[in-house]
C-alpha cells in the first residue's frame, strides 16, 4: 500500500522522492582515459592473479583429488566443478574441462561406474555426465558448453515403476561410447547406449537417440544423420573454424 501510494500520489512529497530515485538511477561520472586506462589494467591484472591462483591451488587439485588416474597437463577453469559420488574416473593427457562441470556416479548398477577421457579432448561449461556404468569419450573431443551424455534415464521407463519410485532396471543402463575426433555442439544431448563415431558432428541442440556412424553429421531432435562431404570427414575436425 505504502509503495502503491509512493508510486501514484501527486502530493509533493512522494513526487519528490519520485524525481531523487530517477536522480540516482541517471546518475553516472566521467571516465577520463587518463584515469580509466590504468584502472582497468589493475583490475585486469589482479583477476588475472586471482583467478590463477583459484584455478592452479584450488580447482585443479580439487578435481584431480576425484580422479583414478589422469595425465599432464590435466586443466579445469575457474570454478569447482559438481560431481557426485564415486567412480572411476580416468582421464588422458591435455585435456581441458573448463567452467563448471557435474560428474554424477551411480551406486546401483556398477560397484565403480567408469568415465573415461581421452587425450586432447575439450569439454565446456556446463556439461553433464551421468555415469551409472560407462562412459567412454575418445582422444581429440571438441565437448561444447551445456552438452548432456547419460548411460541411463533418470528414471525407469515404465510408468508404474515409476510412480512407485523404483530405480532405473538394469536393462535400461547401456554404455555411451564417444570416438576419436568427435565434436558436440552445444545444448546437444547423448542418450544411453548410443556410439558416435569417429570424426563424426553433432550438431547444437541435437538429442541423439541412436548410433552415429563414422564421418556423419547428426541433427535435430531426434537427430538425423547425414554423411559429411568427403572433403570434410577427411580432414582433423578439432578446428572447428
Not at 17 to 36: I, K, M, Y
Request: glycine content about 10%; proline content about 7%; aromatic content about 8%.
Amino acid at each position: 500500500m505504502i509503495y502503491k501510494t509512493l508510486a501514484t500520489s501527486d502530493h509533493w512529497f512522494p513526487r519528490m522522492l519520485r524525481s531523487v530515485r530517477r536522480g540516482v538511477q541517471n546518475f553516472s561520472l566521467p571516465a577520463p582515459r587518463v584515469l580509466t586506462v590504468p584502472l582497468v589494467g589493475i583490475i585486469l591484472a589482479v583477476r588475472s592473479v586471482y583467478y590463477f591462483v583459484a584455478r592452479v591451488f584450488v580447482c585443479e587439485p580439487f578435481f584431480k583429488s576425484y580422479c583414478t588416474r589422469y595425465g599432464r597437463n590435466l586443466h579445469t577453469g575457474v570454478f569447482l566443478h559438481w560431481i557426485q559420488g564415486r567412480g572411476e574416473l580416468i582421464i588422458g593427457d591435455d585435456v581441458t574441462i573448463d567452467g563448471k562441470c557435474s560428474f554424477h556416479f551411480g551406486a546401483r548398477h556398477a560397484a565403480r561406474p567408469k568415465l573415461t577421457i581421452g587425450s586432447n579432448t575439450t569439454i565446456g561449461h556446463g556439461t553433464i555426465f551421468a555415469v551409472n556404468k560407462q562412459i567412454s569419450i575418445g582422444q581429440g573431443c571438441l565437448i561444447a558448453g551445456c552438452v548432456c551424455i547419460l548411460d541411463a534415464p533418470g528414471h525407469p521407463i515404465d510408468p508404474v515403476a515409476r510412480q512407485a519410485g523404483a530405480p532405473v532396471a538394469d536393462d535400461e543402463v547401456r554404455p555411451v561410447v564417444i570416438e576419436d575426433n568427435v565434436w558436440l555442439g552445444y545444448e546437444s544431448v547423448i542418450m544411453p547406449g548410443v556410439t558416435i563415431g569417429k570424426n563424426s558432428v553433432v550438431a547444437f541442440g541435437s538429442v541423439v537417440t541412436s548410433d552415429v556412424p563414422p564421418n556423419t553429421l547428426a541433427l535435430g531432435n531426434p537427430a538425423r544423420k547425414f554423411p559429411l562431404p568427403q572433403k570434410v570427414a577427411a580432414t582433423d575436425l578439432r578446428d572447428p573454424g
